[in-house]
């Protein structure tokens, strides 16, 4: 088993380093079906957990020391618990230290690790560490794992010590997330439903244009606060909302006066995308993929033009899925400025879907994207 040697791997390296056995933990990365930017705004998503994982080696220490390493990077970094925290440093440190620091952790552990989910890809490479290491600390001081309350620890690491303002989706999908299922979440009152992937000929393939422009984490953080600013507006016409779940089309006409140009759109998008969310869900249900695929279109057209979040990468690849035969629906997914795009591709077409889609996106850009047929996995675990 693939990996069975990557956790051989793993042990190997903390063997050496650390002279004791560890225990291994898990967190898978996420694909978003559809619901983008919706997370902050109370809204709905419904991603599903990928089988790439962040894999953690870890041991419990007797002082409150964290020592931990990445494998893969070659790099490693210590620090004690007791002393003033590091915010910020601009890496990967930022989750271990934001996620131990979030959870309240008092003791010590020693920890390798190694991701298998691509980087700057959106497919929350960072909520799986996160979510790992946090799982990891926790058990191994011997605290309760309360999933709830490391999702939103690992999103405050995000908040406090990364500095993006990201909402609870990728988290949640990393830890709650149940093989074959895709989650449908309420990010108002963290309820879920768990709907099985299911659609009769139909698979899920992911592009991955391997752009990551530099702007995404500066922009992200511009348009939550242009939807606060959104919903400041609305409370004119509608007193009382909470966020942009609360509104209506028809309030964003009534509003249509006061709103900025640029805010108006921004709102159109959550507003029209909880909806098709919610009518996704009922396609996948149902086993509708042609439904499900015409509101991905329709997904991928209001984040390029209202939401502005896309890029001409993504767009292209889009647009070259929906000249493919066989192809049902695509969109860009998770936060947008490179990254992937996730299609609904009938099963005895993906090959040519795979070829054709290479095909075009290298002529246009001189490099090939990596294609991916993830299955839907289980959230955050122990390993035994
Ligand atoms: C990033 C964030 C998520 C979510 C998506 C967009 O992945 O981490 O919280 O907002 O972007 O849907």
């Known amino acids: 088993m693939e990996d069975l040697e990557k956790i051989r791997t793993l042990e190997m390296r903390f063997r050496r380093e650390f002279a004791r056995s560890p225990r291994f933990f898990r967190a898978p990365g996420r694909v978003n079906l559809i619901g983008e930017h919706t997370d902050y705004n109370d809204g709905f998503v419904l991603p599903f957990a990928i089988d790439r994982f962040c894999l953690v080696a870890g041991a419990a220490r007797a002082d409150s020391t964290i020592n931990a390493a990445a494998l893969d990077l070659r790099e490693s970094f210590s620090f004690d618990l007791r002393d003033q925290a590091i915010r910020r440093r601009g890496d990967w440190r930022d989750y271990i230290e934001g996620t131990a620091r979030s959870l309240g952790i008092r003791q010590g552990a020693d920890l390798v690790f190694s991701s298998e989910v691509p980087i700057g890809a959106g497919l929350s490479s960072s909520a ?86 530099e702007l995404a984490s500066t922009e992200y953080n511009i348009r939550r606060r242009e939807c606060e600013a959104g919903v400041e507006i609305l409370r004119a016409v509608k007193p009382g909302i909470q966020s942009l779940r609360d509104a209506a089309l028809t309030d964003l006409e009534k509003a249509d006066d006061l709103l900025p140009d640029t805010i108006k759109r921004r709102c159109r998008h959550v507003i029209g995308e909880n909806a098709r969310t919610l009518e996704a869900a009922r396609g996948l249900r149902d086993n509708d993929p042609k439904l499900f695929g015409r509101l991905m279109f329709e997904s991928h057209s209001s984040l390029r033009d209202d939401y502005q979040v896309s890029c001409r990468e ?57 294609i991916y047929s993830f299955h839907a996995s289980d959230g955050a675990a122990e390993i035994d």
């Open 314 to 370: 993504l767009d292209f690849l889009v647009d070259a899925a929906a000249g493919i035969d066989g192809v049902a629906g695509a969109r860009m997914t998770g936060g947008g400025f490179g990254g992937c795009t996730v299609n609904l591709v009938r099963s005895d077409t993906t090959q040519e879907f795979e070829n054709e889609i290479c095909r075009e996106y290298s002529n246009k850009f001189g490099s090939r994207p990596v």
């Open 128 to 213: 799986a560490l996160a979510i790992s290491v946090g799982f990891a600390l926790l058990a191994l001081a011997d605290d309760a794992i309360d999933k709830r309350k490391l999702a939103f620890a690992a999103q405050r690491a995000e908040h406090d010590f990364v500095g993006i303002r990201s909402g609870i989706m990728d988290q949640f999908a990393s830890v709650f997330s149940t093989r074959g299922h895709a989650l449908l979440l309420d990010c108002r009152s963290l309820e879920f439903e768990k709907i099985p992937i299911a659609f009769e000929d139909f698979d899920i393939i992911v592009c991955d244009s391997r752009i990551k422009h």
